[in-house]
């Protein structure tokens, strides 16, 4: 038979989605599949792609309408069909006391003028001092009305930089060394595995500490494959269950972005600090309070008409869900996973499939929830519940639950770019603060399937000389101690877990921070 170029793509791509084992376990999907091949088979090349040019134009029509019947003219599609000047569609509160900042502010605005941004907040500290705080919100958007500086975010995975912070108080008090074994301060730990007194406490900050899931054998050994609730809350419990999970991997050998390391904190802060603080308690009585800025973690979510609400994140449509996932899936079939492909969708399509090695490090607490499918992951439908569930606020997660504002987290990492003080306050010794971003280890992530390096204190290294980590949705904070500068960025629009977050900003934002440090720096020579 006559060879037929589009229907034979289209078998293949039928073939390879009902061929993936993650898709199929959704409903009878082979059959399904089978239909569809027969179906398009026997469509003529000139059908197919009329038919393909209507859905395009359909689809195009629906997502142009339901952006702006919910969010308001505000999005870049809507000026790239209509025209006119994108900054009609936006407002900003901005403070700027140093011409430095410019490129700054320049790129913050941007973010909003090319339809990343529903709401965002920027602050910038230089020298101690705040030089900028700038608060954009897109007109019309349901949350845009009451949205300010002092609005809460949920900080999702930059609660790991306040982490970091929290066991360098402790190094502070002369209570403990980042290097210390873990069983020095928890004997338990090592108590049935020799192996693991091997495990320092910096392992577990620098994500390579051998024990990135609760191990192969969870059920037989702790009698559960995703830690209950009640266990979560009975934190004697917990760590009698912790001390159970076997060594993986030889310690400092292999990164594996993992959250149990959220867990084995949280149980040695308890354990080193006098006081039997978690990490939430800690750092809020140590750090946030002396300081005046906004902290909350793991104490549910805070009450409706205090300060400031949470903001609701605002999560993409499912439409664009759907375009970018078979973005995705086409490249694959195509064997089009090149290098940068590889490092902008590869520990997120992974995230997929929930019995991969990523799931298994991510998905370790049973909410008393659904279990997450393909298609709650895929359309956000999970994430959205669980950022709603009050469960998850009420327990003390450690690197994954804080909630603050841009301005509070710039505060806090400004006092650390000051080597331990800010305003005459001084809450870390000097030599600390420099333990803090000490010996870096370099490493391939075999989760998040880039190489990257994390300092002994708990802190990832942008760009050198600059340390600090990013959060679900591309929220992100960051330091340089030479400069003495510290920057926070909080959003809520979340864009899609397959589309790479922090690529899409970090470049932009971190150039335009490389040349305010290097202005900073220009003006200290001159002085």
Not at 58 to 83: C, D, E, M, Q
Not at 112 to 133: I, M, T
Not at 157 to 179: H, I, P, Q, R, W
């Amino acid at each position: 038979p006559k060879p037929n170029l589009t229907g034979g793509l289209c078998n293949l791509r039928v073939r390879y989605l009902a061929e993936t084992p993650l898709l199929r376990r959704i409903g009878e999907r082979q059959q399904a599949m089978e239909k569809a091949i027969k179906a398009l088979k026997n469509v003529s090349t000139e059908r197919l792609q009329l038919i393909g040019g209507v859905a395009v134009a359909a689809l195009g029509t629906y997502a142009v309408y339901k952006r702006y019947s919910k969010y308001g003219p505000h999005a870049p599609i809507w000026n790239k069909l209509f025209g006119g000047n994108p900054e009609q569609y936006y407002e900003f509160e901005e403070y700027v006391s140093d011409p430095a900042v410019a490129p700054v502010v320049a790129a913050f605005k941007n973010f909003f003028y090319v339809g990343r941004e529903v709401n965002a907040q920027l602050c910038l500290h230089w020298g101690g001092k705040k030089v900028l705080d700038i608060v954009g919100r897109a007109k019309g958007a349901p949350t845009s009305d009451g949205y300010t500086g002092d609005s809460l975010h949920i900080m999702y995975s930059t609660t790991k930089v306040f982490l970091g912070v929290t066991f360098a108080k402790l190094v502070d008090m002369g209570l403990m060394e980042f290097s210390d074994p873990v069983y020095k301060h928890w004997p338990e730990f090592a108590a049935d595995d020799p192996e693991k007194k091997k495990v320092k406490i910096c392992d577990f900050l620098q994500h390579h500490s051998g024990i990135p899931t609760l191990g192969e054998n969870c059920k037989e050994n702790l009698g559960y494959e995703k830690i209950p609730l009640t266990v979560c809350k009975d934190l004697d419990q917990l760590a009698k269950d912790l001390a159970k999970v076997p060594l993986q991997y030889e310690p400092g050998t292999k990164r594996m972005y993992h959250f149990t390391s959220q867990f084995y904190l949280g149980e040695l802060c308890r354990r080193i600090d006098p006081k039997g603080r978690t990490v939430g308690q800690l750092f809020k009585e140590e750090i946030a309070k002396p300081l005046g800025v906004d902290f909350f973690m793991g104490e549910g979510l805070p009450p409706k008409g205090a300060k400031a609400d949470v903001v609701e994140a605002i999560y993409p449509s499912k439409l664009y869900c759907t375009m970018i996932a078979a973005q995705v899936l086409w490249g694959k079939v195509f064997n089009k996973e090149d290098q940068m492909v590889k490092e902008q969708y590869g520990h997120l399509i992974g995230n997929l499939d929930q019995t991969s090695q990523y799931a298994k490090c991510r998905e370790l607490v049973d909410w008393e929830e659904e279990d997450p499918t393909l298609i709650s992951t895929l359309y956000h439908t999970h994430d959205k519940a669980r950022a709603e569930n009050e469960n998850m606020h009420t327990i003390d997660l450690t690197g994954l639950n804080g909630i603050s504002n841009a301005r509070s987290m710039s505060r806090v990492l400004a006092m650390v770019a000051g080597r331990g003080q800010i305003d005459g306050i001084r809450l870390l010794k000097a030599e600390t603060c420099e333990k803090i971003i000490a010996n870096p280890v370099r490493l391939y992530d075999e989760n998040l399937q880039y190489t990257n390096r994390w300092t002994e204190g708990g802190m990832h290294c942008f760009i050198e000389g600059s340390y600090g980590w990013g959060g679900l949705g591309g929220l992100f904070q960051v330091f340089d101690m030479d400069a003495n500068i510290s920057a926070a960025l909080t959003v809520n629009g979340q864009k899609h877990f397959l589309e790479i977050q922090h690529g899409r900003r970090l470049p932009g934002l971190m150039g335009a921070f490389r040349k305010s440090i290097e202005a900073a720096k220009q003006k200290a020579e001159k002085k």
